[in-house]
């Protein structure tokens, strides 16, 4: 079990949420635990497909049908999220906790105008007037570089480029001045200099406002300039969890090194390497560590149980016999 915190602002404790189809089992997460302190930035990485999503959806709340958190807690401000009734859920939501998603264009109705969403966002959750709602959107709209901001409030989402429309869902993340903000791989469909500016501007916004982050990708050199920890996520569960510094300069787990290795570097030469083979399906996981039918250094143990989470160090875990 990895050890707590008594300043933590949220802590998902042995997190299970599993999706019924037909007769299958879905394990998308599997007993996850993953806490994050204030005025912290915490990273989440793996393979597409590893359940990061799901985990952050949780979060707030929003699994559905056919998908059910089964066991664990959620904990905010040391309050079972689980346990808590729609209206106080609704102000968790709205000054708790705000989520950036990742593809913009599912998440900005086409019909309205963008400067209007962001204000029906700051109106539901706080007692103002439109008037001033509209102040304070063209107030963020601005501290987003989204230039002209008073005439491109009336825009609608398919007048703002891919870049632009991420910057709208950023302003409506933290238009209520959250106390966390969940990034679920905002910079994915993203250019490489889009992508920099976009983290830039989240990275600043959430010091300014004393905010904490935490940062879902597949992307380990986006975590290396953010974070503060980082999960690493395969088939469901945490693999491994460190500091940042730790985890880049001695990965435990062979799937963390692989990862790494994958990373090209513009200080040192090196040849990539590739992770042989592919996730398992998560209805179908194999028995033992899900990782060892790409591990290059299983034995006979890794197949039969599932190995623990282990504290190899100061605040460094890893699940691997032979970390």
């Known amino acids: 079990m990895m050890k707590t915190f008594n300043n933590h602002l949220l802590s998902a404790r042995n997190l299970s949420i599993y999706f019924y189809i037909m007769k299958k089992v879905i394990k998308a997460v599997d007993e996850v635990t993953v806490e994050v302190k204030k005025n912290e930035t915490v990273g989440i990485a793996g393979?597409?497909?590893?359940?990061?999503?799901?985990?952050?959806?949780?979060?707030?709340?929003?699994?559905?049908?056919p998908g059910r958190i089964v066991s664990g807690e959620i904990l905010y401000q040391g309050h079972d999220i689980l346990k808590m009734d729609d209206q106080r859920l609704r102000e968790i939501r709205a000054n708790g906790i705000g989520l950036i998603f990742q593809d913009p264009s599912i998440y900005l109705n086409p019909t309205v105008s963008i400067g209007k969403q962001i204000c029906d966002v700051i109106m539901a959750h706080n007692n103002v007037s439109f008037k001033d709602a509209r102040s304070k959107t063209i107030r963020l709209l601005n501290e987003l570089g989204i230039p002209e901001p008073e005439g491109r409030f009336e825009n609608f989402p398919y007048e703002f480029s891919g870049g632009m429309k991420q910057r709208v869902l950023i302003a409506m993340a933290i238009s209520c001045n959250p106390e966390l903000v969940v990034a679920d791989e905002p910079t994915t469909a993203l250019d490489v200099t889009i992508q920099r500016q976009i983290l830039e501007l989240i990275k600043e916004k959430l010091i300014r406002e004393d905010s904490s982050l935490l940062f879902i990708t597949h992307d380990l050199s986006i975590l290396a300039e953010i974070c503060d920890r980082i999960y690493i996520m395969y088939a469901g569960t945490i693999v491994e969890h460190a500091k940042t510094i730790d985890l880049f300069r001695k990965p435990l787990h062979p799937y963390t090194q692989k990862l790494l290795n994958a990373i090209p570097r513009h200080d040192i030469r090196k040849e990539l390497s590739e992770i042989r083979g592919s996730p398992p399906s998560l209805d179908d996981l194999p028995m033992g560590c899900s990782f060892y039918p790409r591990c290059d250094i299983h034995t006979e143990k890794c197949h039969q149980k599932r190995p623990p989470l282990h504290n190899m160090d100061e605040d460094h875990f890893v699940r691997c016999y032979h970390a």
């Not at 393979?47 to 049908?65: N, Q, V, Y």
């Open 47 to 65: 393979e597409s497909g590893c359940g990061k999503s799901t985990l952050a959806r949780s979060i707030l709340r929003i699994i559905r049908p």
